[in-house]
């Protein structure tokens, strides 16, 4: 007989189950898609930033052979999208900001829709623009939306503590104001939709780059005035998402009209220089933050003051101070903190959800004010971060509660790779000097949820597991792959319970009609909540094959296992009988049940209260990073050396996709400090593509040292923890913090670009 | 974009130049500008499209007398990786390694980079500092003319509709010849000039002679520094008076603010770009 020695699947290095077709230029996305009888969708957007639209005139594109379909406004509903409501697909009376659609085109070819568009004429009479957020709030500044006269699209407070009490017992106290800039995700899959109405029932099947299917079905459904019942999804692989396909934009209903209206499937994929111009932005913010410590190091309080640029309309970006408050509130333990936040309406363009989700900005202003002030006090920069970092067992004001935190050990492990503290004080003496090429190091920290986050009703995810007469195994999840690799841990985790090699394994996760539901790929939450839903399954699923194999072995159920594709006695790994024959055996008798469903409905979060305390998310994650990089003074270019990276996973899954997670988190994070930048000229973006939108390209990434810290969380798969939107918080801020050690000078605004630096550097040695 | 009425792919030089008489085609060499401009709108294509890659006379290189002739079809990587070119003209292969990226480079052509004439075309710099002559030939005759002087505004040089650019002329530098190029782009890869500049000097024992400055991206064209060279001509470099040609230099270029950069911080890139140039070459 056979013996199978134990393998463990968990903390391997597992290549991701899409990556030899995507390597191999194989992947169908969206773009090779083409249904029969499909015309291509196009939309005409507006040159203008603010005006009163005086009329449409689409009679010559109507007329153009090959063109099925023109529609403006006047021929759809007029309902409202996004977090407010406030952003109708069609624009028929005023334009707001410079993407905004004022007609649709389904035509024959590219070249047919393209011409259609240049025949529409449409006729504005300007209004007076607003650009400026604060201009925004001042009396008789324009109004944007008439339903909001004050401009304010939205506001968040919170507060706990006294913070009067807490700047009395201060010995120093700061204050600043930092800008943050427009950026956008640049997915290498643009955004695109096909929708295609069935003849006859009038059911509707999406093919969408969605990263929220289910939350969609409901949305459309709301738009559309239908059933959302007769709404299918169906997700092609998605190239890319970091938040920007987290809402309902206006091309999605737009293609869908157009389908209704030419009785044709129609597809419409953005160019990238639509892309750029249409597809949401991350929030700039202009964050005010006054803080103060004690001579012995404690934290004493923290006021913030956040004003955000909302842009024309409102989608899921005027709602990111929910989460930039847990940072302020509880990334350090500070006893008294207040805080306000508004997101005013602009004619720029408007911010969607990305990647970190607030917490960029949020981190970059607290962080420099870490620095400062351990400088201010004459305390050790790390010293005075641990003494006021977390620890497990901490429920914080907010009431968030670190049943696990790693924190600590975060700031160590960084600090003792980095050699940060030697360094740190060895390039600052050198501040002082003039010219040449000056280093410096810095440090960030950051907080964030990590077992998924209660906002929606539920935050749940359901998983069917289908097991063959071959002993195959189909993992049907809710939750979304878009290139982060859920679907990889997933299969890793069912293979970890049911002890199959993962070549026996497919994930079905792109289908709203066949896989359960889940809320979204959003949060770092995937892994997390899909990932328990996974397990849950694969263990109902293995209590069944279990018992079956009991009856037919004649050992009790609890002396089995499954192990490499048998059962297996549990005392010795000796097979039993391989699975496939098991599962075959049991196909053809009469309790055969081979597909079995469990679900993760709920985590043990809270939705929060008014005040915004509670405990929303299952679980936390924490990361610190180093960066040290070298400025030169002649040219103001920055040049990041290296990147130590210490982060609590809870438990390390598959190793090489979450290194792969955290080194792309950096180099988003190091493009968001360095070189991207939406270059806005009263509201018209100067670089739609990226000659000029600079992403960080393969000879400025950094050495990277990446650490672990596993804290095994109690409540996550495996004891593992959400990653997904970690790696690209800190690195502003840690770079932020190592210009200030290189030269002296303290930046307060995004991106580091040569050109600000060396600005910067001028007017530091002038001052 | 303009539908294409005609495509034509010559092998030989008269059937080319007979196709350019009329005025009404538009000349294909890597199409790495061409195609970039017609897709964005920014050209307009001629009813015919000649591609100009078949004709044996545009390409190459060869040493005639004091000066190389490199053929207009010679491509980015070429001037690169060719040894003779590389070691005779070390200034164009330096420009060459920090132009776009290895896919680019294997299309562009040292021509189509003259005649489209940006200020920001890396190689135009070096060839002003070398005192390179283009070759330009029509159905009506060839003429040579000097580079400084050919591009007068951007996008725009002196060569007619009707004419070919066939080769580039530069002399053999003398012994004794120091140059340097340093290109300024906010990333290491694939960027457009913000500013570029070169320096070309023969160190004598009595101080710098036939001193040739020149920069790009800092004006309509990119163009040589006459106050500057007339500054350092015959000089030894002294601190003082590198501090005064990075001052000169700053003052006589005429920068204008972009998304790339402003103009402010343009003239302190040449300034401070300049100045380490100096500096290096006094070291030398
Ligand atoms: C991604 C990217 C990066 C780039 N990076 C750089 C860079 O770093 N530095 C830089 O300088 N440029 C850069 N460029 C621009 C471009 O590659 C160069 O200008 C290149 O040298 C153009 O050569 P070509 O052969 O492709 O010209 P084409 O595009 O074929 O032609 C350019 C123009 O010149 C005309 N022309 C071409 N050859 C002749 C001839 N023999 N006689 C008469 N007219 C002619 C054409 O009609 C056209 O108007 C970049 C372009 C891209 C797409």
Sequence with gaps: MTVIEKDSLIGKRLTKMDAPEKTAGKTRYIHDINLPGQLVGMILRTDRVHAIIKSIDTSAARALPGVHAVLTAKDLPQKGLGVNKDNPPLKGERVRCERDEIAAVAAESEEIAAQALRLIKVEYEDLAPLFDPEAALRPGAPVIHESKPDNVAMAFDYSHGDVVAGEAESDVVVEDTFTLHRVTHCCMGVSGIIADFEATSGNLT???????PFLHKREFAEVLGMDPGRIRIIQPPIGGGFGSKLDIYPFEPICVYLAQ???RPVKLVFTRAEEFLASPTRQPAIVRLRSGAKKDGTLTFRTVDILLDNGGYTSWGATIPFVMMQTFSSLYRVPHCLYHTKAVYTNNPYAGSFRGYGNLQATFAIEAHMDKMADAIGMDALDFRMKNAQVAGEVTPQGMDFKTCGLQDCLTLAARDSDFAAKRSAYAARKGAVGGVKRGIGMASMLHVG??????PSDGCGTNIKLDDFGHVTIMTGASEIGQGSETVLAQLVCEELGVPMSAVTVVNNDTDITPWDVGVHASRTTFIAGNSAVGAARKAKAKILAAAAGLSNLPAEQLDLRG?????????????????????????????????SHYYEPPSVHQDKGFKGNVSAAYAWATQVVEIEVDTDTGIVTLLKVWAAHDVGRVLNRLGIEGQ???GIVMGQGYALTEDMIMVEGHLKNAGFTDYKLITAPEIPEMSIEFIETMDGEGPQGAKGVGEAPAICMAAAIGNAIENATGVRLTSLPFTPERVYRGLKQGAAS | MTAIERYLAPASLDDALAALAGGNATILAGGTDLMVQSHGGKTRLRPVLLNIRRLPELAGHSIEGESVRIGALTTINQLREDATLAKALPLLAEAADRFASDQVRNMATIGGNVCNASPAGDTLVPLLVLDAEVELASASGRRRLPINGFFTGPGRTLRQPEELLTAIYVPMPRLRTVSRFVKFGTRPALDISAVSLGFKAELTPAGLANVRVAFGAVGPTPMRGPGTEALLEGQRLTPALIAKAAETAMAEITPIDDVRATAWYRRELVHNLLR?????????
């Design chain 1, 565 to 597: 594709g048998h059962v297996i006695r549990a005392e010795d790994g000796e097979s039993v009988m391989p699975l496939a024959k098991l599962l075959r055996s049991l196909h053809f008798s009469d309790k055969a049940e081979l597909v079995t469903t």
């Design chain 1, 451 to 456: 077992g998924g986050a209660k906002i929606y």
């Design chain 1, 206 to 212: 999406l093919y969408s780059n969605t990263q929220v």
């Design chain 1, 261 to 263: 209206a030419t009785r």
């Design chain 2, 276 to 284: 380490k140039v100096l500096n290096d070459v006094a070291d030398h």
């Design chain 1, 662 to 664: 955290i080194e792309g």
